[in-house]
């Protein structure tokens, strides 16, 4: 059986010696495209609907993470979305978180014995399972091995908003939810929405993760709104709320997390 694969990775001659390395070890494979940056990977993946995907984690455009989140929220079916390899430059520290959560990488420069062992992998999982895994841990995961600048932020107790010339005080425990909206963020509550100037990725780690969910890459869900999930034939899932009309699309990434206890 022949694995389509895509290679997205900034630097042509890792890119190259990467897809060299693997038809030389992984015979069969098909190389459907080589992408420059993030966001050519997004379009390239979606038109190509590839199996397994090797994406470097620092690209122009769109960083890896980015690519692969935007990718999820984009991805129909029938097909499951594919198998994902990071492609990094982190160190045995690093290295040994990966192995601990099971995340498959390939580390620069490529090294046959390591690459060997990620391609075996990724063909058990291949033969095995029709799905790309739970690539929300994945990410997650990802990001904590990043590097942060500074303490960890505070958490928000109220949020000010502009209100033509006045500031409105919102209790964070009264927002329904959080969505991105351009260069703001739009405060939802039950009886009223509100701007503020800051980027969704800013706000994320000011929030109580136990309350406030991520259920797509424009949207943060306060869990105790949520009255009901549902599954469409697509399989995608919508989510009811308690005290707002409008219903809440929810990320493939994502909706492991409304599955039944």
């Given at each position: 059986?022949?694995?389509?694969?895509?290679?997205?990775?900034?630097?042509?001659?890792?890119?190259?010696?990467?897809?060299?390395?693997?038809?030389?070890?992984?015979?069969?494979?098909?190389?459907?495209?080589?992408?420059?940056?993030?966001?050519?990977?997004?379009?390239?993946?979606?038109?190509?609907?590839?199996?397994?995907?090797?994406?470097?984690?620092?690209?122009?455009?769109?960083?890896?993470?980015?690519?692969?989140?935007?990718?999820?929220?984009?991805?129909?079916?029938?097909?499951?979305?594919?198998?994902?390899?990071?492609?990094?430059?982190?160190?045995?520290?690093?290295?040994?978180?990966?192995?601990?959560?099971?995340?498959?990488?390939?580390?620069?420069?490529?090294?046959?014995?390591?690459?060997?062992?990620?391609?075996?992998?990724?063909?058990?999982?291949?033969?095995?399972?029709?799905?790309?895994?739970?690539?929300?841990?994945?990410?997650?995961?990802?990001?904590?091995?990043?590097?942060?600048?500074?303490?960890?932020?505070?958490?928000?107790?109220?949020?000010?908003?502009?209100?033509?010339?006045?500031?409105?005080?919102?209790?964070?425990?009264?927002?329904?939810?959080?969505?991105?909206?351009?260069?703001?963020?739009?405060?939802?509550?039950?009886?009223?929405?509100?701007?503020?100037?800051?980027?969704?990725?800013?706000?994320?780690?000011?929030?109580?993760?136990?309350?406030?969910?991520?259920?797509?890459?424009?949207?943060?869900?306060?869990?105790?709104?949520?009255?009901?999930?549902?599954?469409?034939?697509?399989?995608?899932?919508?989510?009811?709320?308690r005290n707002r009309p409008e219903k809440l699309r929810v990320s493939s990434l994502y909706a492991h997390l409304f599955?039944q206890m």
């Amino acid at each position: 059986m022949s694995i389509r694969a895509l290679i997205a990775e900034d630097e042509p001659i890792l890119a190259a010696v990467l897809a060299k390395s693997l038809q030389r070890l992984w015979p069969g494979i098909d190389i459907v495209a080589t992408c420059a940056n993030g966001i050519e990977a997004v379009e390239q993946a979606l038109a190509l609907k590839p199996e397994v995907l090797f994406v470097d984690i620092k690209m122009p455009g769109k960083t890896g993470l980015e690519a692969v989140e935007e990718l999820a929220d984009a991805w129909n079916g029938p097909q499951s979305f594919p198998q994902v390899v990071f492609v990094t430059a982190y160190d045995d520290y690093a290295l040994a978180a990966f192995e601990h959560e099971a995340a498959d990488y390939v580390l620069k420069p490529v090294n046959d014995a390591h690459l060997g062992k990620t391609i075996e992998r990724l063909r058990k999982r291949l033969a095995t399972s029709t799905e790309g895994g739970d690539m929300a841990a994945l990410l997650a995961q990802m990001r904590a091995l990043l590097p942060v600048a500074g303490p960890a932020p505070e958490r928000l107790a109220v949020i000010r908003a502009a209100v033509g010339n006045q500031v409105r005080m919102i209790a964070v425990a009264d927002v329904v939810y959080f969505e991105a909206t351009d260069k703001y963020v739009n405060v939802v509550t039950a009886d009223a929405e509100s701007l503020i100037r800051i980027s969704l990725k800013e706000l994320l780690p000011q929030l109580d993760d136990k309350q406030f969910w991520q259920i797509h890459r424009g949207t943060i869900v306060n869990a105790a709104c949520v009255a009901s999930a549902t599954r469409d034939d697509m399989g995608k899932v919508s989510l009811s709320l308690r005290n707002r009309p409008e219903k809440l699309r929810v990320s493939s990434l994502y909706a492991h997390l409304f599955r039944q206890m």
